[in-house]
């Protein structure tokens, strides 16, 4: 079955920092662009990062830019997101997605993360 498994993400105070990761089963995902996004409650989904197939080069939204991480492990199939000093505003439903053409698109199920004290 081609599909993302989505783990990590929960409860954290404001400053902590949580680890999302996204595995892909029934596909390869280096031959993938790979985005997380979130949504919080009330607002639309939004961007938050992404990751190149061609170069791995990644761009971040400008709210996570410097706090945020995206990266791939090949051997295991896997992408990651580390979030570091984590504040209330990042609390949402953490998705990612992994895409190329002609277009494949595959979606996580997404993961909650709540920043509270």
């Known amino acids: 079955q081609l599909q993302l498994v989505q783990s990590g993400g929960g409860l954290v105070q404001p400053g902590g920092s949580l680890r999302l990761s996204c595995a892909a089963s029934g596909f390869t995902l280096t031959s993938y662009a790979i985005g997380w996004f979130r949504q919080a409650p009330g607002k639309e989904r939004e961007g938050v990062s992404c990751?190149?197939?061609?170069?791995?080069?990644?761009n971040y939204a400008d709210s996570v830019k410097g706090r945020f991480t995206i990266s791939r492990d090949s051997a295991k199939n896997t992408v990651y997101l580390q979030m570091n000093s984590l504040q209330p505003e990042d609390t949402a439903v953490y998705f990612c997605k992994a895409d190329r053409s002609p277009p494949y698109i595959y979606w996580g199920q997404g993961t909650q993360v709540t920043v509270s004290s």
């Open positions: 990751l190149s197939s061609s170069d791995n080069s990644t």
